[in-house]
């Protein structure tokens, strides 16, 4: 077993006894491989141990991986810092977008996603810690930026994201994505139909299940330490690191 199948494999057994541990069933949280920095062929490796769904946060990083790995049927969720010039791309080549903050933004999605793709599936990101640098909406503005978004021809909006900030203990790990688990239950009882919980990743992924995560990026536990290189790449949005 290689080294990535390797780490896969240790992923979802943490996954797996996290869902056990919060009384939830097996599996009840997707792996996302956040796939962002690495090369082609560590993706192919992953595809190769099963792995299907795959993060990238960066436009002009991830367009050539898209294109040499047509050859695959994997499904490709855009995690980072999207701005306007840069919806038609991510419209056009995406599945997922986890990082919906803006309604402009939502809007040319709507607009830009290509008539005969599926409705592309949104997240809202949720700022929980209230950090300048970091993307996404105040959670007290979230359940109207939900309406808009939910009523948008060629999206379909399934729920909220979240990266806390690092460092927290497990309780104040915990709260963070109690904010997010709250939103959601919020929003279903105003009776948005949505079921997703985008939250954990290699640090935190067994406080975000015990909060009700449905989905959990994990980029460096799987694919080892990335380089500092993210310089060089988008916007220098460093926290979207997994």
Same mark, same amino acid.
């Given at each position: 077993?290689?080294?990535?199948?390797?780490?896969?494999?240790?992923?979802?057994?943490? +996954?797996?006894?996290?869902?056990?541990?919060?009384?939830?069933?097996?599996?009840?949280?997707?792996? /996302?491989?956040?796939?962002? $920095? &690495?090369?082609?062929?560590?993706?192919? *490796?992953?595809?190769?141990?099963?792995?299907?769904? %795959?993060? *990238?946060?960066?436009?002009?990083?991830?367009?050539?991986?898209?294109?040499?790995? =047509?050859?695959?049927?994997?499904?490709?969720? %855009?995690?980072?810092?999207?701005?306007?010039?840069? $919806?038609?791309? @991510?419209? *056009?080549? &995406?599945?997922?977008?986890?990082?919906?903050?803006? #309604?402009? +933004?939502?809007?040319?999605?709507?607009?830009?996603?290509?008539?005969? /793709?599926?409705?592309?599936?949104?997240?809202?990101? +949720?700022? @929980?810690?209230?950090?300048?640098?970091?993307?996404?909406?105040?959670? #007290?503005?979230?359940?109207?930026?939900? !309406?808009?978004?939910? @009523?948008?021809?060629?999206?379909?909006?399934?729920? &909220?994201?979240?990266?806390?900030?690092?460092?927290?203990?497990?309780?104040?790990?915990?709260?963070? %994505?109690?904010? @997010?688990?709250?939103?959601?239950? =919020? =929003?279903?009882?105003?009776?948005?139909?949505?079921? $997703?919980?985008? /939250?954990?990743?290699?640090?935190?992924?067994?406080?975000?299940? !015990?909060?009700?995560?449905?989905?959990?990026?994990?980029?460096?536990?799987? &694919?080892?330490?990335?380089?500092? +290189?993210?310089?060089?790449?988008?916007?220098?949005?460093? *926290?979207? =690191?997994?």
């Amino acid at each position: 077993m290689g080294a990535i199948a390797a780490a896969l494999q240790a992923c979802q057994m943490r +996954i797996d006894s996290a869902c056990h541990a919060a009384g939830r069933n097996s599996n009840c949280a997707l792996l /996302m491989a956040v796939s962002k $920095t &690495f090369p082609v062929a560590a993706i192919r *490796e992953a595809h190769a141990a099963g792995q299907r769904v %795959f993060g *990238e946060s960066y436009i002009q990083e991830a367009l050539p991986k898209l294109e040499q790995l =047509a050859d695959l049927e994997l499904e490709w969720h %855009f995690i980072g810092p999207l701005q306007s010039n840069k $919806t038609r791309q @991510v419209a *056009e080549h &995406f599945n997922w977008v986890h990082s919906l903050s803006r #309604e402009k +933004i939502a809007h040319r999605l709507s607009e830009q996603r290509p008539s005969e /793709m599926p409705p592309l599936q949104v997240c809202i990101q +949720i700022n @929980v810690s209230g950090e300048a640098s970091k993307s996404g909406v105040a959670p #007290e503005t979230a359940l109207s930026l939900a !309406q808009v978004v939910a @009523v948008l021809p060629n999206l379909r909006l399934r729920g &909220f994201m979240a990266i806390p900030e690092p460092g927290l203990s497990l309780v104040h790990q915990r709260n963070r %994505f109690r904010q @997010v688990a709250d939103l959601l239950a =919020a =929003a279903q009882h105003d009776g948005m139909q949505l079921d $997703t919980l985008s /939250m954990g990743m290699s640090d935190d992924l067994e406080a975000a299940i !015990q909060e009700g995560a449905t989905m959990v990026r994990v980029g460096t536990a799987i &694919f080892g330490a990335r380089h500092n +290189i993210e310089n060089n790449l988008e916007d220098n949005h460093l *926290e979207h =690191a997994s």
